[in-house]
């Protein structure tokens, strides 16, 4: 069993900077998938970015060039540095750790993007 916790969000205005964390606790973080998810209002849930065990990196196209996945296994913690936020960006972010069948989400943080 995982136990995700993240942090971070908040409101911003277009063109800001947030950065959002997860802390992981009950297993082996290392050996876990991490993503970020969003969700908008009305809007299926989806990917924004995940980093692997191993360390590899895949984005939405919609986030690319603008925000960064990275994780701190020695913390079990895993970031989203978000860069050059628009008014589409808001949604609630989630993270998500996975390991073969096993999958595990947080409970959601809010950002807003708006002046």
């Known amino acids: 069993q995982v136990q995700l916790v993240e942090s971070g969000g908040g409101l911003v205005q277009p063109g800001g900077s947030l950065r959002l964390s997860c802390v992981a606790s009950g297993s082996i973080f290392s050996i876990y998938s991490m993503g970020w998810y969003r969700q908008a209002p009305g809007k299926q849930r989806e990917l924004v970015g995940s980093?692997?065990?191993?360390?590899?990196?895949n984005y939405a196209d919609s986030v690319k060039g603008r925000f960064t996945v990275s994780r701190d296994n020695a913390k079990n913690t895993v970031y989203l540095q978000m860069g050059s936020l628009k008014p589409e960006d808001t949604a609630v972010y989630y993270c998500?750790?996975?390991?073969?069948?096993?999958?595990?989400w947080g409970q959601g943080t809010q950002v807003t993007v708006s002046s």
């Open positions: 998500n750790a996975q390991h073969g069948l096993q999958a595990y």
């Open positions: 980093i692997t065990s191993a360390g590899w990196k």
